[in-house]
């Protein structure tokens, strides 16, 4: 082998090392993100746990009814916090928070004094081709045979507890898989140095 073939080859190891190494580079730069991505989303999620656990007292049905009785307005007022309690009130087939008396000594009382639950309490007609009120009049004059008379907090998570365990023990799976990626991502990177 001579000075020239020798040359050439070093320069071709060269440029093989060198791809080599581009390559290497790509790859941890690819784990580094790998592993701070996860670590950012581990993050977000154990913050979120965080503050639902702090904010929990927000959740009972005592706070429910007190900014019910404060804010509910009405079913022709378009703020948002009436908006969602009709919407709610008719998805649900509900009334209040516990029962229609939630709105005895409310501001909707204060606004209707005519009436002693809002047109959402009504109960609608299930016929087919028929949308409407089984009667109206007698629903918001307070008659117990055409309301709904189930409060909404036991509605709704009678509605959501099946639900609840599915998500909680699904977050669990998700964080324990995103606990051994970083793990995995971190030996990887050791391993290589």
Request: proline share 2%.
């Amino acid at each position: 082998m001579g000075l020239g073939e020798a040359s050439a080859r070093g320069t071709r190891m060269e440029g093989d090392c060198l791809s080599c190494i581009k390559y290497l580079m790509f790859v941890f730069n690819f784990l580094i993100f790998f592993f701070m991505l996860i670590l950012i989303i581990f993050l977000a999620e154990l913050a979120a746990a965080i503050l639902a656990f702090i904010f929990r007292e927000h959740l009972t049905r005592e706070y429910f009814t007190k900014e019910l009785k404060r804010y509910y307005q009405g079913y022709n007022n378009t703020d948002v916090f009436t908006s969602t309690w009709n919407a709610i009130m008719n998805t649900f087939d509900c009334c209040g928070v516990n029962s229609p008396e939630d709105f005895e000594e409310s501001i909707f009382r204060f606004i209707n004094p005519g009436e002693v639950v809002p047109e959402a309490c009504c109960r609608r007609n299930n016929h087919l081709g028929e949308v409407g009120f089984s009667n109206r009049e007698e629903c918001l004059s307070g008659s117990m045979l055409y309301r709904n008379n189930k409060g909404c907090y036991s509605a709704v998570v009678d509605y959501f507890e099946m639900y609840i365990y599915v998500a909680g023990a699904l977050a669990i799976v998700v964080l324990t898989i995103e606990l051994f990626a970083m793990v995995f991502a971190m030996c990887l990177f050791r391993g290589i140095q």
